[in-house]
């Protein structure tokens, strides 16, 4: 199965530049969420939604915007790229069956920015 | 509000040496409580969870976690670790009413040494 999939795996992107980090998932998850990891900080929440058609912000959303047109993808867009925006993005869902809060993650996009 | 406190960031140890990851959090409302773990470029994966009932939990790969209401703790613990153990761990809070936001410790990295 599998699961979440993220893409890009790595970029170098040019301070200023757009950038789309794409996930897509197929377990039909209804909730899902887009974190950055930075070293010291741990995973700090950027977007969510839970559900289809719907988005929210999380603790670091200043630069980001995300959209939700279906449930199975939950793209991720630096309008207009920072260095402050370095960092590995991670996008997860969360089983709703349970209702657990349990998350499940992509292997991570790495984002440069120069 | 929710806050994650991991008590150490790096935790160096032998091989078969038993291990303890220290995780306090405070929070308003009643939560769910996580573990997980993230080997080298990779996402994160759950390790264990307390939901409600019994206080000690047992996850995979032989760890296990001790929820400790009156001290807010969240202690993870190997009574015998492996070199493939070595990896990061991040302690996590949910609410268990609505939103489902998880927030997450800044993590600790576990290093086995032969």
């Known amino acids: 199965t599998a699961g979440i999939t993220q893409a890009p795996t790595s970029q170098i992107l040019a301070a200023g530049r757009s950038m789309t980090l794409r996930c897509t998932q197929d377990?039909?998850?209804?909730?899902m969420y887009w974190y950055r990891q930075d070293l010291g900080l741990g995973l700090r929440l950027i977007h969510y939604?839970?559900?289809?058609?719907?988005?929210g912000k999380g603790e670091v959303p200043d630069g980001y915007s995300v959209s939700r047109a279906n449930t199975d993808d939950f793209p991720l867009t630096l309008a207009s790229a920072v260095p402050s925006q370095t960092s590995v993005y991670f996008c997860?869902?969360?089983?709703?069956?349970?209702?657990?809060?349990?998350?499940?993650f992509g292997e991570g996009s790495r984002l440069t920015v120069l | 509000a929710q806050s994650v406190t991991q008590l150490d960031s790096q935790v160096p140890v032998f091989e078969e040496a038993p291990v303890e990851l220290r995780c306090n959090y405070s929070?308003?409302?009643?939560?769910?409580l996580f573990w997980y773990v993230q080997y080298p470029n990779q996402g994160l994966q759950l390790l264990l969870k307390y939901l409600s009932g019994s206080t000690l939990v047992k996850g995979i790969n032989g760890f296990e976690a001790e929820f400790n209401k009156s001290q807010t703790s969240f202690h993870l613990r190997k009574p015998s670790v492996h070199i493939s153990d070595t990896a990061e761990y991040f302690c996590?809070?949910?609410?268990?009413?609505?939103?489902?936001?998880?927030?997450f410790g800044a993590g600790t990295r576990l290093f086995v040494k032969a």
């Open positions: 377990m039909r998850h209804n909730a």
């Open positions: 997860a869902s969360r089983r709703d069956r349970g209702n657990d809060g349990e998350l499940f």
């Open positions: 929070s308003s409302v009643s939560v769910y």
């Open positions: 996590a809070v949910t609410p268990n009413t609505g939103g489902f936001k998880t927030i």
């Open positions: 939604s839970n559900t289809a058609g719907t988005t």
